[in-house]
């Protein structure tokens, strides 16, 4: 069940074969796929990509091939995930062994009683193996959280067989920032994981810098650097990413009047003319540009916003395009989950992979319009829930409902922008709120799906206070109040790894 050599019980196990390659409607999933893609290109492997949508379609394709199933686990990640044989059991072939032996003591009448008392053993060592095995689940599944990304584990196979490139370490640093934008791995395991990323562009910058095609217009330039909290702000307005930004919405109330008073305070500290914040970032001045981070830094310090700036990556494509890593992610996301046109979801799918090629520069900038239209209506809808008092404080829990008819509501019929609008409401609520509990209260939204089906997605998330990778079962917990519900409520997917 498990992989302890990549290379010779995984690649070069499929290597030879044609291979069903099964990727979920996930950014980290999208870049291991695009490394394995380049991988299978290079060696000549015959494959076919098969965009797993709904995750009924993962849960068949697990039933169907449980036994040739792999775990790709870095030995780092502590997942305690429990035995194939502890978990699964063939019923129907003891079943037949049984009756046939059975059967043959039945024909000897001494032998009666002797056939019976193995039926009851064979009963009782079922119930004790399902009680072992119900003991197992619990303490996997108490505690859930995500391990090392996926598009990680496919450079390093990569990497161990001397065949990764820049391209390919560019798209394992989108899947680990994909993790931290969406907040699926705390703040010191994206630390550790960015200096093994950057040990790995140190290297591949070093090794590149005496080729002829360095200083061409198709070079591929990967950087490591400390740069702004600020969502897609080299591809936006100051004035609107500063608006648009979880961390400094959040840090100024910017839902409230006296939060705007506040903003406007900070831009004036930072001494920039509103005609060059309120303009696109390409064309504000360059001596503004040149020293902006150090001015938004200092200014944000003073305002209590210590941690305005992040380890990141950049990359130049060229000499004129330049890209964070989280706009990338933001890009792929919104493509992913686009519902500008009547398109399936496989059509969007196919974009977002497509979009993380360099090549295909103009649907990353078409990813980043309608990234830029979302986190507007995330914002939006967040000053709405606040000024409106749409959270209700449930107990135990803070439950919000956004109703037919809210503004942008079909945005949100998609698991990653309404995660994103969760994380970020509830950051929003408790810094608005006096209420000093609702820091250790999770967040239960729901939001339309299908006007037409009547359908509604459900999210749960933990606390704000919540740091630990490790997530107590809220999520499994309100799994099994909805499974005991009536019968007719269908429930397609509930995530249980997300936070």
């Known amino acids: 069940m498990f992989v302890t050599d990549i290379r010779k019980e995984f690649y070069d196990v499929v290597v030879n074969q044609r291979v069903a390659l099964l990727v979920s409607a996930d950014i980290d999933a999208l870049c291991a796929c695009k490394i394995l893609q ?54 129907e072939d003891e079943d037949e062994d049984g009756d046939g032996g059975d059967s043959g003591n039945e024909s000897d009448g001494g032998s009666e009683p002797s056939g019976k008392r193995r039926r009851i053993e064979r009963q009782r060592a079922k119930r004790e ?34 065949k990764d490139t820049k391209d390919m ?39 590149n810098e005496d080729e002829e095609n360095s ?52 831009l004036a500290d930072m001494g920039l003319p509103l005609k060059q914040v309120r303009q696109k970032f390409n064309s504000m001045d360059l001596s503004i540009k040149e020293n902006l981070r150090e001015v938004i830094e200092e200014s944000s310090n003073k305002f209590g916003m210590k941690d305005i700036r992040v380890q990141t990556f950049s990359v130049h494509f ?47 900038h078409l990813g980043i319009d309608l990234a830029k239209k979302k986190l507007k209506a995330i914002q939006q809808t967040i000053a709405s829930c606040i000024c409106t008092n749409l959270i209700l404080s449930q107990g135990p829990f803070l439950y ?13 019929s998609k698991p990653l922008a309404l995660t994103l609008l969760c994380k ?30 009547g359908t509604v997605i459900v999210l749960g998330i933990p606390p704000e206070s ?23 409520t269908l429930h397609d997917h509930f995530d249980t790894s997300s936070k």
């Open 424 to 453: 970020y409401l509830l950051k929003a609520f408790v810094c608005s709120t006096r209420n000093k509990r609702c820091k250790v209260l999770p967040l239960i939204m729901a939001a339309p799906m299908d006007v037409e089906k």
């Open 169 to 207: 370490l560019w798209w394992s640093i989108i899947g680990l920032t994909d993790q931290w934008v969406h907040d699926k791995i705390t703040h010191m395991k994206y630390v550790t994981d960015i200096a093994t990323l950057q040990r790995h562009v140190s290297r591949h910058n070093h090794r």
């Open 38 to 91: 380049a991988l299978f290109h290079c060696d000549h492997v015959q494959y076919t990509l098969v965009p797993v949508t709904g995750w009924q379609d993962l849960g068949t394709a697990f039933l169907e091939h449980k036994e040739q199933i792999k775990l790709l686990i870095k030995q780092d990640d502590d997942l305690g995930v429990p035995s194939y044989d502890d978990i699964f059991r063939d019923d």
């Open 318 to 364: 060229g000499f004129k395009n330049r890209f964070l890593a989280s706009d990338v992610v933001h890009a792929a996301a919104a493509l992913l989950e686009s519902v500008e046109k009547d398109e399936g979801a496989t059509d969007n799918f196919i974009k977002a992979l497509d979009c993380l090629s360099r090549s295909n520069i103009e649907k990353l």
């Open 129 to 162: 193996w399902e009680a072992r095995r119900r003991e197992i689940l619990f303490d996997y599944e108490q505690y859930e959280y995500h391990g090392t990304s996926a598009s990680m584990v496919m450079f390093e196979l990569a990497w161990v067989m001397t």
């Open 400 to 412: 919000c409902h956004l109703l037919e008819g809210t503004p942008d509501v079909k945005l949100f």
């Open 466 to 488: 919540e740091t630990s990778d490790k997530k107590n079962f809220f999520g499994r917990a309100f799994e099994k109040a909805a499974e005991s519900t009536s019968s007719r």
């Open 215 to 266: 200083l061409s217009i198709d070079c591929m330039r990967i950087s490591f650097e400390y740069d702004l909290r600020l969502a897609l702000y080299q591809h936006w307005s100051l004035y609107e990413s500063i608006c648009n930004s979880c961390y400094t919405s959040c840090s100024f109330k910017l839902w409230s009047i006296n939060g705007q008073k506040k903003l406007q305070e900070f």
